[in-house]
């Protein structure tokens, strides 16, 4: 393993994507900065090995040192231009009871990247797909190499060398350049992930909640495999639920810069699986249905939810229209994907029934689930059972998790190659995140978090006056 090679990427994606970050004009909190440039730049640093290819430039450790420097330089330029708006920030320590949670974490986390360092990629989805393109591509020098003449176009795998070259791109990186392996940029994204969840929690409820939240979260038994098994998915999670939660802050603020953020986030989701283009086109309805209701003009309504899918629109055609057809040099045929006979509906609601039976209640729920749902149906109970008014980050929640589970279902009526058991669970991580952020600004969770808050300032009251009873008192009186 090359640590030079690590750190190097490591500089690398921080600045393209704090360039990039720059370019939207946000006010982020510093562990969100930190956290998105990261995940942003392994992602669009994934085009770099795709760009030298296109300009029929040899993929070697060399190149890609050049290119990803040269990516870092031209995105660096925000962040000169806005050097003297930068400030330093400011840290607080966790809190004594945030410790067993953060010993926890360090500890699963531990196992996830020895994992992702120690053992090579397994999934079938990318072994036929995006790892063999990869491999290959670091033997040759060129992504149009000579695994294109092997029979890999099995009937069950086809479609895996027509996915999006960002992980063959992101897999080209970090074989050259840290270890043979790769996928140790799966690590890098998790862990900025995780960090950015964690702290964005502990602003909506007392951090001990927030802790047990993401305990629950990191307990997913599916969910955590895939922090370690290199595919599409986690990945496409992350960008998903960071565009869904500045979503609900564009609801609120209704800033532009936040709207073409949230498109931008959908776009990189899109970019990484291509379905999450059809979820976002559902989960625009969100905004436009608030801002109806706030008696917004129908032709601002119809401008912005343009603009809310733009994002996911362009990087899908960038992905299925240039990049795989360039650079995949076999015929494809899309339309052969998409159901022959739409006019049985039937299809649909059975997609939607299986979806519930054999993956959210079943008997396979609990070893691929773990006890999650439980846990979220519980909450959900106790808000309706104890009523109290809905906050709309609340509602948003759970609209956006009714969107990600009817989506599913439509696609399932759409693709007939889409099977609940494969690629129907791994799709609905999508939803997961979206539910903790529900729990989190549940009515039952809040009203606890408000005890533990007032008991905590209590706490502390009774500690000041015991430290101003250490000081020296003057007992004379005033002279008159």
Request: glycine share 4%.
């Given at each position: 393993?090359?640590?030079?090679?690590?750190?190097?990427?490591?500089?690398?994606?921080?600045?393209?994507?704090?360039?990039?970050?720059?370019?939207?004009?946000?006010?982020?909190?510093?562990?969100?900065?930190?956290?998105?440039?990261?995940?942003?730049?392994?992602t669009i640093s994934s085009l770099v090995p795709c760009v030298l290819e296109l300009m029929?430039?040899?993929?070697?450790?060399?190149?890609?040192?050049?290119?990803?420097?040269?990516?870092?330089?031209?995105?660096?330029?925000?962040?000169?231009?806005?050097?003297?708006?930068?400030?330093?920030?400011?840290?607080?320590?966790?809190?004594?009871?945030?410790?067993?949670?953060?010993?926890?974490?360090?500890?699963?986390?531990?196992?996830?990247?020895?994992?992702?360092?120690?053992?090579?990629?397994?999934?079938?989805?990318?072994?036929?797909?995006?790892?063999?393109?990869?491999?290959?591509?670091?033997?040759?020098?060129?992504?149009?190499?000579?695994?294109?003449?092997?029979?890999?176009?099995?009937?069950?795998?086809?479609?895996?060398?027509?996915?999006?070259?960002?992980?063959?791109?992101?897999?080209?990186?970090?074989?050259?350049?840290?270890?043979?392996?790769?996928?140790?940029?799966?690590?890098?994204?998790?862990?900025?992930?995780?960090?950015?969840?964690?702290?964005?929690?502990?602003?909506?409820?007392?951090?001990?909640?927030?802790?047990?939240?993401?305990?629950?979260?990191?307990?997913?038994?599916?969910?955590?495999?895939?922090?370690?098994?290199?595919?599409?998915?986690?990945?496409?999670?992350?960008?998903?639920?960071?565009?869904?939660?500045?979503?609900?802050?564009?609801?609120?603020?209704?800033?532009?810069?936040?709207?073409?953020?949230?498109?931008?986030?959908?776009?990189?989701?899109?970019?990484?699986?291509?379905?999450?283009?059809?979820?976002?086109?559902?989960?625009?309805?969100?905004?436009?249905?608030?801002?109806?209701?706030?008696?917004?003009?129908?032709?601002?309504?119809?401008?912005?939810?343009?603009?809310?899918?733009?994002?996911?629109?362009?990087?899908?055609?960038?992905?299925?229209?240039?990049?795989?057809?360039?650079?995949?040099?076999?015929?494809?045929?899309?339309?052969?994907?998409?159901?022959?006979?739409?006019?049985?509906?039937?299809?649909?609601?059975?997609?939607?029934?299986?979806?519930?039976?054999?993956?959210?209640?079943?008997?396979?729920?609990?070893?691929?689930?773990?006890?999650?749902?439980?846990?979220?149906?519980?909450?959900?109970?106790?808000?309706?059972?104890?009523?109290?008014?809905?906050?709309?980050?609340?509602?948003?929640?759970?609209?956006?998790?009714?969107?990600?589970?009817?989506?599913?279902?439509?696609?399932?009526?759409?693709?007939?190659?889409?099977?609940?058991?494969?690629?129907?669970?791994?799709?609905?991580?999508?939803?997961?995140?979206?539910?903790?952020?529900?729990?989190?600004?549940?009515?039952?969770?809040?009203?606890?978090?408000?005890?533990?808050?007032?008991?905590?300032?209590?706490?502390?009251?009774?500690?000041t006056p015991a430290v101003a009873a250490t000081?020296?008192?003057?007992?004379?009186?005033?002279?008159?």
């Amino acid at each position: 393993m090359s640590v030079t090679g690590l750190i190097f990427l490591l500089a690398a994606h921080f600045i393209t994507g704090a360039g990039i970050i720059r370019l939207f004009k946000l006010q982020l909190p510093a562990i969100a900065f930190a956290c998105f440039s990261i995940l942003i730049g392994v992602t669009i640093s994934s085009l770099v090995p795709c760009v030298l290819e296109l300009m029929h430039i040899p993929i070697v450790k060399s190149n890609i040192y050049i290119g990803l420097s040269v990516l870092a330089a031209i995105t660096s330029i925000p962040l000169i231009i806005g050097a003297k708006q930068m400030s330093i920030p400011k840290f607080s320590p966790p809190k004594i009871y945030e410790m067993p949670f953060l010993i926890v974490f360090t500890f699963l986390a531990l196992v996830s990247i020895w994992r992702c360092f120690y053992f090579p990629p397994t999934p079938r989805d990318v072994l036929t797909g995006a790892e063999v393109i990869a491999e290959y591509t670091v033997r040759e020098h060129t992504m149009i190499n000579s695994v294109f003449d092997i029979d890999v176009r099995l009937k069950s795998s086809a479609n895996n060398l027509f996915k999006s070259p960002f992980m063959t791109g992101i897999q080209i990186n970090y074989k050259l350049l840290v270890q043979p392996f790769g996928q140790l940029w799966l690590s890098v994204m998790f862990l900025s992930f995780s960090v950015w969840f964690y702290s964005t929690l502990r602003t909506i409820v007392h951090p001990f909640l927030a802790g047990v939240l993401v305990l629950i979260f990191f307990s997913i038994p599916d969910l955590f495999a895939y922090t370690y098994i290199i595919l599409y998915d986690y990945a496409s999670m992350v960008f998903f639920f960071g565009g869904f939660y500045y979503m609900t802050k564009y609801i609120e603020n209704k800033q532009t810069n936040y709207l073409l953020w949230i498109s931008f986030l959908f776009g990189l989701s899109t970019f990484i699986r291509s379905e999450s283009m059809i979820i976002v086109f559902f989960m625009s309805v969100v905004p436009m249905l608030y801002f109806y209701k706030s008696k917004m003009p129908i032709l601002q309504i119809a401008k912005t939810a343009l603009l809310f899918v733009s994002g996911s629109v362009i990087l899908f055609l960038l992905v299925n229209n240039i990049l795989v057809k360039l650079l995949i040099p076999l015929p494809s045929d899309p339309t052969s994907l998409i159901n022959s006979n739409l006019t049985d509906v039937s299809v649909l609601f059975k997609g939607l029934k299986d979806i519930v039976t054999e993956l959210i209640i079943s008997s396979r729920t609990v070893a691929v689930y773990a006890h999650f749902y439980f846990f979220f149906f519980a909450v959900v109970v106790m808000d309706v059972i104890w009523p109290r008014k809905y906050s709309r980050d609340s509602v948003i929640a759970l609209l956006g998790v009714l969107i990600v589970f009817l989506s599913f279902g439509i696609m399932c009526y759409i693709f007939p190659f889409f099977t609940i058991i494969n690629t129907v669970k791994r799709g609905l991580f999508k939803f997961i995140p979206i539910m903790v952020l529900y729990m989190a600004h549940s009515g039952i969770l809040q009203k606890v978090s408000d005890y533990l808050k007032r008991k905590e300032a209590g706490i502390s009251k009774k500690v000041t006056p015991a430290v101003a009873a250490t000081q020296p008192k003057n007992k004379g009186k005033k002279k008159k």
